[in-house]
């Protein structure tokens, strides 16, 4: 009885509060939204950013007020408005809402990019910075260039396990750079480990996605209660969170403290600590930032290089292209090396058309404003949830053209090199302003010379059905923060005798 006497008290206070505000304030368009609840359920359970798109278009506007039972959201769907707030006001628009499904209940509160703005943020950043800051990255090139190299072999002889094998290369390795970890061929529990993880960020990272974060006091029913399903999930994934972030970080101390030489990030770390400090303290402030390294670093690559290999499927003429530029710059008798980089224009386009055309995280990790601001002449409360809607600002006409066709040569001049003028979709798929991914170097020299090193040898083709008729993939993505191509079958042949060398030999 007591329960639902708060909670009257609380929705009362959420209709005066929204009420007051709508009478006084100026806000931008959006629907308009239920009586106390607002657009709770106006916010689609799959694929936000495209609600959110189709909203901005519908009401003329870059920039869309929703009213998450008494919580303002303000979506930016265009890069001028994200820039004139993410990034030229990054002063206050830096800090993270405390949701209470993916920080609270799930436990993500361990991974820095959802810390709340300020010094035990920044403590984290410097920590995680001085290892992958973009001059630092180099030194990982070896360990990325061998498992890039062992993917091709996999691609190969395991064409029907494809995207496992790209959680491989990708966890292999980071766990190596990371903690100094040499994972199993197969059933490795640690690559299990962070995929359990990863679903679990996925589900619960975007704001609104469910509905205890707009009504915080339905974290307090009885997990058993039929529409507490909620509660059940966060304590499954709560434990997988925590498995990941604790038994990685435990393997490598171990490996130190009986003396073994160990050569990884972890390490790097724990030595460094200063033995005045709280032993325990630092410990989490380790393992929260190689966390959110790990995550970041497996998942972005992943999602990235499947989209690579649908792109290439769907665009035959894109994969020949960029074939022929590898034959004339690197030849047929040995791999691309990541320092040819600069030379392979048409390469690197290919890799930020993946990035642009479907991105990993399609709605940035939402921000949080910490004082009232007026933009435009709209006013922007304090403690307003603000998402910058990175699919929109990816897919703006004005920008790129055709956007939903897949075409690197929007990054080219007419003379076939880079050009410095076009808008870089690596500004927008990595997160704004001050919480931009710090190991977005790493990722992106993972991602090229992957990419790379399958032009090179492998050609990308439809699978076969059993009658020998090509199987035709969808252009479909998952839900949620993290976004990835709905599984589909895809056929990789050698290109050349040489080809086929070059692969078995690595």
């Known amino acids: 009885m007591e329960s639902l006497i708060l909670a009257c008290f609380v929705l009362i206070g959420i209709a005066l509060r929204v009420y007051s505000q709508r009478r006084r304030l100026r806000l931008p368009p959006g629907p308009k939204g239920l009586p106390i609840l607002g657009n709770v359920f106006d916010i689609p359970p799959k694929h936000e950013w495209l609600a959110y798109e189709r909203w901005g278009r519908e009401y003329g506007s870059d920039i869309i007020y929703l009213n998450l039972a008494g919580t303002p959201m303000v979506v930016l769907n265009s890069a001028q408005a994200v820039n004139d707030l993410l990034e030229k006001r990054s002063s206050i628009y830096s800090d993270r809402p405390v949701t209470v499904m993916a920080y609270e209940l799930v436990g993500l509160k361990r991974?820095?990019?959802?810390?709340?703005?300020?010094?035990?943020?920044?403590?984290?950043?410097?920590?995680?910075?001085?290892?992958?800051?973009?001059?630092?990255v180099t030194t990982y090139h070896p360990h990325i260039v061998e498992q890039a190299k062992d993917l091709l072999r996999r691609l190969i002889s395991q064409p029907e396990a494809f995207i496992q094998n790209l959680r491989l290369e990708a966890g292999t390795t980071t766990l190596r750079i990371m903690y100094g970890i040499d994972v199993q061929p197969e059933n490795d529990p640690y690559i299990a480990a962070v995929d359990e993880a990863i679903e679990a960020i996925a589900l619960t990272g975007n704001a609104g996605s469910y509905v205890v974060d707009a009504l915080p006091i339905l974290q307090y029913l009885p997990n058993w209660l039929p529409g507490a399903r909620f509660k059940r999930d966060a304590v499954r994934w709560h434990g997988k969170v925590t498995r990941m972030i604790t038994e990685p970080f435990e393997y490598t101390k171990h490996q130190m403290a009986e003396g073994k030489p160990i050569n990884c990030v972890a390490a790097s770390l724990l030595s460094a600590v200063d033995e005045k400090q709280d032993e325990n303290?630092?410990?989490?402030?380790?393992?929260?930032?190689?966390?959110?390294g790990y995550v970041g670093g497996v998942d972005t690559t992943v999602s990235s290089l499947a989209s690579f290999i649908l792109a290439m499927i769907l665009h035959p003429g894109v994969q020949h292209a960029a074939q022929m530029e590898l034959d004339r710059v690197v030849g047929r008798d040995r791999l691309p090396t990541i320092e040819e980089r600069n030379s392979l224009p048409y390469v690197t386009a290919v890799v930020k058309e993946c990035l642009r055309w479907h991105p990993v995280t399609p709605l940035a990790v939402p921000h949080r404003v910490t004082v009232d601001d007026e933009y435009r002449g709209y006013h922007i409360s304090a403690g307003s949830i603000v998402v910058g809607n990175a699919w929109a600002v990816l897919h703006d006409e004005t920008r790129y053209p055709r956007p939903a066709l897949f075409d690197p040569t929007r990054y080219l001049t007419p003379d076939g090199q880079l050009d410095k003028s076009a808008p870089d979709p690596t500004e927008a798929c990595f997160g704004f302003g001050r919480r931009i991914c710090p190991g977005r170097h790493f990722a992106l020299d993972s991602i090229w010379?992957?990419?790379?090193?399958?032009?090179?040898?492998?050609?990308?083709?439809?699978?076969?059905?059993?009658?020998?008729l090509p199987i035709e993939p969808k252009e479909e993505y998952t839900p949620g923060l993290l976004s990835h191509p709905v599984p589909f079958k895809a056929n990789f042949t050698p290109r050349s005798e040489a080809a086929e060398v070059l692969i078995n030999e690595a």
Not at 450 to 467: F, H, M, P, Q, Y
């Open 111 to 136: 991974n820095f990019g959802f810390i709340p703005y300020g010094e035990i943020w920044r403590q984290h950043r410097r920590m995680f910075h001085q290892h992958f800051r973009l001059e630092n």
């Open 281 to 292: 303290h630092a410990d989490v402030t380790i393992q929260n930032a190689l966390f959110t």
């Open 449 to 468: 010379i992957s990419v790379a090193c399958i032009l090179a040898t492998i050609n990308i083709g439809k699978a076969l059905d059993e009658t020998s």
